[in-house]
């Protein structure tokens, strides 16, 4: 099986005056489908452009990225439009959610705007299939206001699944949120990876990056280690700490 990623000596040059500033250089990867990754490195390594070069929000300026057999650098701004929408569910730090539309219509965004939308009721059982999946399913008629941080999170990783994309890119997902509620979320990201799902997370915590089986380390936009979590940390079995008797 083809990788669902793959890069090929992808670089990112910004110019700023007569300045040029190489943020990601001659990058060769490749991941495969049912992989969780964590991309880690210092400010200034890289790893945010590289998520935005990896989330079809920016182009490359030199190399290949193919993204489930699709080249990106191939496409125009409507195609893009379509990737990112199709194969890529995104997770942000800050939830990203619209203040006065409920849990259920938050999460139905994505396919209102599809370049082939399904119908309303197809809309609506996916949208609560993907909060059940979430373990929401009590709470789709509730407002952001409404939830708690780690709620809000949940809403948006079901918004970002509810298309089944190829790949979830998270961009420090756990960053506003207290240390048992980050762990409830990397619970949430294991149980869906263990099904299958192909996750990329961008963090700076080597605590947060313990839960995946992958990290990727950047520095002056380069990889400088790429390795196998060996012991990788269970998230139920962190929270069972939180949760047990004092």
């Given at each position: 099986?083809p990788p669902?990623?793959?890069l090929?000596?992808?670089?990112?040059?910004y110019t700023s005056g007569d300045?040029?500033?190489?943020?990601?250089k001659?990058v060769?990867?490749s991941i495969?489908k049912g992989e969780f990754v964590?991309i880690?490195?210092?400010?200034?390594s890289?790893?945010?452009s590289?998520?935005?070069l990896?989330?079809?929000?920016?182009?490359p300026?030199?190399?290949?990225?193919?993204?489930?057999g699709?080249?990106?650098?191939e496409l125009?701004?409507n195609?893009l439009?379509d990737?990112?929408?199709?194969?890529?569910g995104?997770?942000?730090?800050?939830?990203n959610?619209?203040?006065?539309t409920s849990a259920?219509?938050?999460i139905?965004l994505?396919?209102?705007?599809a370049?082939h939308?399904?119908?309303a009721k197809?809309?609506h059982?996916?949208?609560k299939?993907?909060?059940d999946?979430?373990?929401l399913?009590q709470r789709?008629?509730?407002t952001?206001?409404?939830?708690?941080g780690?709620q809000?999170?949940?809403?948006a990783?079901a918004?970002?699944?509810?298309n089944?994309?190829?790949i979830?890119?998270?961009?420090?997902?756990?960053?506003?949120?207290?240390?048992?509620t980050?762990?409830?979320?990397?619970a949430?990201f294991q149980?869906?990876?263990?099904?299958?799902?192909?996750?990329?997370?961008?963090?700076?915590?080597p605590?947060?990056?313990?839960?995946?089986k992958r990290?990727?380390?950047?520095?002056?936009g380069?990889?400088?280690e790429?390795?196998?979590?060996?012991?990788?940390?269970l998230a139920?079995k962190?929270?069972e700490?939180?949760?047990?008797?004092q």
């Open positions: 099986m669902v990623l793959q090929d000596a992808l670089s990112k040059t300045v040029e500033v190489h943020a990601v001659h060769t990867l495969n964590a880690m490195g210092p400010s200034g890289g790893k945010s590289m998520m935005n990896l989330g079809c929000l920016d182009r300026t030199g190399g290949k990225y193919l993204l489930d699709i080249n990106v650098a125009n701004r195609e439009a990737i990112r929408n199709e194969k890529i995104f997770v942000f730090q800050g939830f959610l619209l203040s006065r259920q219509e938050n139905e994505p396919m209102m705007y370049r939308p399904k119908s197809e809309q059982q996916l949208a299939a993907a909060l999946l979430v373990g399913s789709g008629d509730h952001p206001n409404q939830l708690s780690g809000q999170q949940r809403v990783i918004r970002a699944l509810v089944q994309p190829a979830l890119l998270a961009d420090e997902p756990t960053g506003n949120l207290d240390s048992r980050s762990i409830e979320i990397m949430l149980q869906l990876n263990d099904q299958g799902i192909t996750i990329i997370m961008v963090t700076h915590e605590d947060i990056a313990e839960y995946c990290n990727i380390v950047m520095r002056d380069v990889i400088v790429d390795i196998q979590v060996q012991n990788r940390q139920t962190q929270l700490i939180f949760t047990a008797p």
